[in-house]
């Protein structure tokens, strides 16, 4: 499962191929709260855990990736 933003445009990628996409625009906040992958955070700014299990693998670039960067991080063979 992958996730990228590229300023205009928020796509969804499972097992190396693009299932969603929804245009999106402007920067990502990043307010002065913890980082969290598996939650967010509520009213009180507590963080609310909604993933029972773990994260395998976790990767954060500094651009969003192509779906064929994607399936190479993967170790996916390229798309026909």
């Known amino acids: 499962l992958a996730a990228t ?21 402007g920067a990502v906040a990043m307010p002065e709260v913890p980082f969290t992958m598996s939650g967010y955070l509520d009213d009180s700014g507590a963080i609310v855990d909604e993933i029972s299990g773990r994260l395998d ?3 954060i670039y500094t651009r969003a990736l192509s779906v064929t960067e994607i399936r190479e991080a993967a170790g996916l063979a390229p798309a026909n």
Do not use: H, M, P, Q
Not at 5 to 25: D, F
């Open 57 to 59: 693998e976790v990767r």
């Open 5 to 25: 933003y590229n300023g205009w445009v928020a796509r969804l990628c499972a097992e190396g191929k693009e299932v969603c996409s929804r245009w999106a625009w």
